[in-house]
């Protein structure tokens, strides 16, 4: 009877024991993470098939194409996988140009940046009017414009809180404009201030050089001799042999160069302003020389890029002058403040210098320019639009949000570096993100 309770005594110890582990040391409970897993190797099979079959710069950049491409792979009603992309570090398909400028110059700037189109890739810059007291918000994101471009002489001392907030965004500012005084914000912000008299005259302004890609001048410096400048035709021509010919106008140094696009695939050029289609027919990709007939006179190749029904691209090569437009002696001669600014343009003769374009990256991205317009908008040339443009899009923000994130507590984004050139070696991150519904 003894043995029985003890026998009976010790399975109660051991059920007290059993029970006592249990409250103190709880059992542990594994949870896979195979849909976490599975998103992850989904959204890195996406974008590597999408580069297999040479779409991924497309894609890219084109909501829908994505969007469709998705959809037919892994329909949302059968997955409850929900996508969205991003890219990040290079030029936006919509960029947007809050423009502080008279509807003159706005009127001007809609049409000289019409048809704009890079690596083949439509560059859609929508100008936006604004005031400085508030930046207005732009575009169907009711957001910042992506770069903020102020021409015309104003005194920006009162605006300086604002310009700050702008800059902190990612955003740059370009200001286009002669001084009469040069206030601190100008050192500070643009990296300018006012220098020694004028001396000589310059014969010709030109684009520096980079040193390295590290200078902050290197970014305009290759989208400007490798960005196809669009020239439109808008004219009915009369060469013999084809079946459509339409003409239009390249103007630089203050020159008409007329071409004809010959049945969309062929063109002929003028190329030395004398009224005759000289040169031609050319081809995408050929080379041409334009021979600059105002003093002094030079011979400078260009490329042609694309060519279609009505217009063509046409890129500048190194290197190239323009006419004098820096010296302005009726107002301050503009000089950089230090070495940590770039000047980006100038022109010389007989050891005088004269800045038309200088660059700070010290506080942001911005850019002083002389102001070209100061003889009035008919007399800006293309090549002075190809000039603002690529000043523009080096100092435009350069995040772009293709696709809106869903609302979801828990997404994971997977990360593709791709490289594209056609008209210039474009680098940029593309991300992709996905997550369940529920």
């Known amino acids: 009877m003894k043995g029985i309770m003890n026998t009976i005594e010790l399975i109660f110890v051991l059920i007290a024991l059993f029970i006592a582990f249990g409250v103190l040391l709880p059992g542990f409970s594994y949870r896979g993470k195979w849909s976490t897993a599975y998103l992850l190797l989904m959204s890195r099979d ?3 098939t999408v580069d297999r079959i040479n779409k991924l710069y497309d894609y ?6 994505l969007n469709s491409f998705i959809e037919n792979i892994t329909p949302a009603n059968k997955t409850n996988i929900l996508w969205w992309s991003e890219t990040e570090g290079t030029l936006k398909t919509d960029l947007y140009i809050g ?21 083949s890739r439509p560059i859609n810059l929508i100008p936006c009017l604004t005031n400085l007291d508030e930046i207005n918000l732009c575009g169907p994101s009711n957001s910042y414009p992506d770069v903020l471009l102020i021409w015309g002489y104003k005194d920006l001392g009162s605006y300086e ?16 404009m002669d001084f009469d005084q040069v206030s601190s914000i100008q050192n500070t912000m643009f990296g300018i201030t006012a220098g020694t008299d004028w001396g000589a005259e310059v014969d010709n302004d030109t ?25 439109e035709a808008t004219k009915n021509g009369v060469l013999v042999g084809c079946t459509k010919n339409i003409t239009g106008n390249l103007n630089i140094w203050h020159t008409n160069y007329t071409f004809s696009i010959c049945d969309g695939t062929k063109v002929f050029f003028d190329t030395d302003a004398n009224g005759t289609l000289d040169t031609g027919p050319l081809v995408k990709g050929s080379t041409f020389v334009l021979k600059k007939i105002i003093n002094p006179i030079g011979f400078y190749t260009f490329t042609l890029n694309y060519v279609e029904s009505d217009k063509i691209g046409v890129s500048f090569k190194p290197t190239y002058n323009f006419t004098d437009f820096c010296r302005v002696p009726t107002k301050k001669k503009i ?25 700070n990256g010290t506080v942001a991205r911005t850019a002083w320019v002389a102001d070209f317009s100061r003889d ?26 293709s696709t809106t994130a869903p609302s979801t507590k828990t997404g994971f984004i997977s990360t593709y570096i791709n490289v594209f050139t056609d008209d210039m070696f474009e680098v940029y ?6 997550s369940y519904s529920y």
């Open 46 to 48: 996406m974008i590597t």
């Open 60 to 65: 890219s950049f084109s909501t829908s194409l």
């Open 99 to 119: 423009c502080n400028c008279t509807n003159e110059t706005f009127r001007n700037l809609t049409k000289w940046f019409e048809n704009l189109k890079i690596n």
């Open 161 to 176: 809180g604002t310009l700050k907030k702008y800059l902190s965004k990612e955003n740059g500012i370009i200001e286009v």
């Open 207 to 231: 684009i520096l050089k980079p040193a390295s890609a590290s200078n902050i001048i290197y970014q305009p410096y290759k989208i400007f001799y490798h960005a196809p400048l669009p020239a």
């Open 335 to 359: 000089v950089p403040i230090d070495n940590n600014v770039e000047v980006f343009m100038q022109g010389s003769k007989a050891g005088s210098v004269a800045y038309c374009s200088i660059l």
């Open 376 to 401: 009035g908008l008919d007399k800006v040339g293309d090549d002075h639009v190809q000039m603002l443009i690529s000043l523009i899009l080096w100092a435009s923000n350069k995040k772009s949000m």
């Open 429 to 434: 991150k593309l991300k992709l993100g996905s």
